[in-house]
């Protein structure tokens, strides 16, 4: 199947500064990706599809401005979470398409902590 | 908006008894249906899909069924083994082409040895 690669799979981070969080398609080029953040033992809250060469598309009530999102390449999604703080603390996972398929890869996942 | 209702949230049962898991969706242009399994800390994998243009799919002990008409599809585990037990979600798209996908809440397996 497709990989796709996420990075960092874990950050700290001080309350009040950036995190960024990558998501490559290794051996695919993905028109679209979607950025997910999960809290302990809850489902997959979608938090938007990020679309190369456009702006995301955000999902009701999520941050455009706290939860960056850049899909400059076919190949790599970024996430940035600004001016974080403890309730940002979550599990983020991306996932792409290769538009052949219907099925989503996934990413690692980036465990992240503000302290 | 899209939905998906997923049950039950825990689900224990012992080694070599069948599980079912049932998940309804909401937005009948749905055409793809995936269940994922996530192991604690780790991606969710893709362990079985079905179309909407199928009623029925096997692969060995996993099986899942839709029925378009009601909006339901169901997983079923047959002779459950301890290293089943995850978290299982059942998930709803309308396809390629940058649909997104909705997951239902998960459900919580046990197998008991």
């Known amino acids: 199947g497709a990989v796709v690669s996420q990075h960092p799979s874990r950050v700290i981070c001080k309350s009040g500064t950036s995190v960024k969080i990558e998501c490559r398609s290794l051996d695919f080029q993905a028109t679209t990706m979607f950025w997910y953040r999960q809290f302990p033992k809850q489902s997959l809250m979608l938090m938007a599809t990020s679309n190369e060469g456009s702006k995301a598309t955000y999902e009701q009530g999520v941050e455009k401005d706290k939860f960056l999102i850049n899909h400059a390449s076919l190949t790599l999604s970024t996430l940035t979470v600004t001016s974080a703080h403890p309730e940002d603390s979550s599990f983020y996972i991306c996932s792409a398409e290769t538009g052949r398929d219907t099925e989503a890869f996934f990413g690692q996942g980036t465990r992240l902590t503000v302290v | 908006g899209e939905n998906v209702e997923q049950h039950p949230s825990t689900l224990s049962v012992q080694e070599g008894d069948s599980a079912v898991i049932k998940c309804t969706y909401s937005d009948s242009a749905s055409n793809y249906f995936p269940w994922y399994k996530q192991e604690l800390g780790k991606r969710p994998q893709l362990i079985i899909d079905?179309?909407?243009?199928?009623g029925e799919k096997k692969d060995q002990r996993i099986a899942v069924t839709l029925n378009k008409t009601a909006k339901h599809f169901s997983l079923h585990i047959t002779e459950t083994q301890p290293e089943d037990s995850a978290v299982y979600f059942c998930a709803a798209s309308r396809g390629t082409g940058g649909f997104k996908t909705i997951f239902g809440a998960g459900t919580r397996l046990f197998v008991k040895a």
């Open positions: 079905i179309r909407s243009n199928v």
